[in-house]
């Protein structure tokens, strides 16, 4: 090959001469036309389509997704270890997407022309039902796909198969073993400490007297005393009766003052000075209850208690049917991802091999292109 190119290139360069030693362009303008950049290029012309009964599966849409992602030791290996590296990963995602058209298609001939609605809505009621097993909680059901290393968008994918071949695979989803108690404790104390576990969180609305911006009334007071004093008035007609945030928002001089001194949640741990004084304080106070006047680098301060978690780790009966929910969305998972290579593998596509050799190729050339 290297012969040939060598070849080639003695002809090209040959025959771009002539009997005239003069050029097109002069050694000056030769000079000032810019040299092409390297960076941002297309992807090489040409492709690799495959056929999956009707559908098509073209290699665009396996090399475009993984291009960008490639690792900096796969962009600075040789082919041969590029290869050894990126392979792999070619070959699971064109399995997948080759699983996916061929279920679609099965799922259209069983279907009927308005599949897609339907199996749409099948999904959002799948995704409903699993957000009910964290109390209806969305945020709480996100952050646990997050942690599980998952997504919404990965769990739609996974039930959109899972509905797609439903009428192939239930059989042996229907002789799955119920989940056991040890397998669900089990997964409780392996996962635990990076699932369930949660920081302490205070909320609380706080008066902030900061002593620089105190104007005494008497011109023999101090500063410091005069807002002592004020903390006590203060304190004095929580005690009586009077709202906290009103009073927090005429006397605080709290960046939160405009919303009655109300904090968002925050950990106590996190508190800095001045303020981490307080977090020193809550423990032995109830929730309703004040606190202060506390003095701290130059500010005095008064706090009501509105809520307060204790940090740690969720006890395992509170977890369970979280658990029990992420065990069976695993198990389907993994059934559906063992069907799909069956189903490819049973279907014997031509030209899958050298399609993956393709795709493989291709990312290769991007790689040194870049």
């Known amino acids: 090959m290297l012969r040939y190119f060598l070849i080639l290139s003695a002809v090209f360069i040959a025959g ?19 040299i092409a950049s390297s960076e941002n290029l297309p992807l090489p ?31 600075n290996s040789d082919y041969s270890s590029f290869s050894a590296e990126v392979r792999k990963v070619v ?60 997504s919404w968008e990965e769990f739609r994918d996974y039930q959109k198969k899972l509905i797609l071949s439903q009428s192939y695979i239930a059989s042996n989803l229907d002789s799955q073993p119920p ?9 409780y104390e392996q996962q635990k400490d990076k699932l369930f576990a949660k920081d302490a969180s205070l909320t609380l609305r706080l008066i902030d007297i900061e002593i620089e911006k105190v104007e005494p009334a008497d011109a023999n007071a101090s500063r410091i005393d ?62 309703g209850d004040f606190g202060g006047p506390l003095e701290s680098g130059g500010h005095v301060f008064i706090f009501k208690i509105e809520d307060k978690q204790e940090g740690g780790i969720e006890p395992f009966e509170k977890v369970q049917d979280q658990l029990a929910a992420q065990i069976a969305f695993e198990r389907k998972v993994g059934m559906i991802d063992d069907f799909s290579k069956k189903i490819v593998e049973q279907a014997q596509i031509a030209n899958k091999d050298a399609f993956v050799a393709f795709c493989v190729n291709r990312l290769y050339l991007l790689s040194k292109r870049n």
């Not at 495959?50 to 962009?75: F, H, M, W």
């Not at 989940?179 to 997964?187: F, K, Q």
């Open 179 to 187: 989940i056991t108690y040890s397998e669900l404790y089990g997964a």
């Open 91 to 150: 070959e699971q995602l064109t399995v997948k997407r080759i699983a996916e058209l061929m279920l679609y298609q099965k799922a259209r001939l069983q279907g009927g022309a308005n599949i897609e609605d339907a199996v749409d809505k099948a999904v959002e009621t799948e995704v409903r039902k699993y957000v009910m097993k964290f109390g209806g909680d969305w945020a709480k059901a996100e952050d646990q796909l997050r942690k599980a290393g998952s």
């Open 226 to 287: 005069t807002g002592r004093q004020l903390a006590g008035q203060l304190l004095e007609r929580i005690r009586g009766g009077d709202d906290f945030g009103k009073l927090a928002s005429e006397y605080s001089n709290g960046y939160r003052k405009d919303y009655g001194g109300l904090w968002e949640a925050v950990n106590p741990e996190s508190l800095a000075e001045p303020y981490s004084v307080i977090a020193s304080t809550v423990d032995n106070i109830s929730v």
């Open 45 to 75: 012309s040409g492709g690799f389509v495959l056929s999956i009964g009707t559908q098509t599966l073209d290699s665009d849409e396996i090399v475009r997704p993984l291009a960008a992602n490639l690792n900096k030791s796969a962009v």
């Open 16 to 34: 771009c001469g002539s009997a005239s030693s003069k050029g097109k362009f002069t050694a000056e303008q030769m000079q000032n036309i810019p």
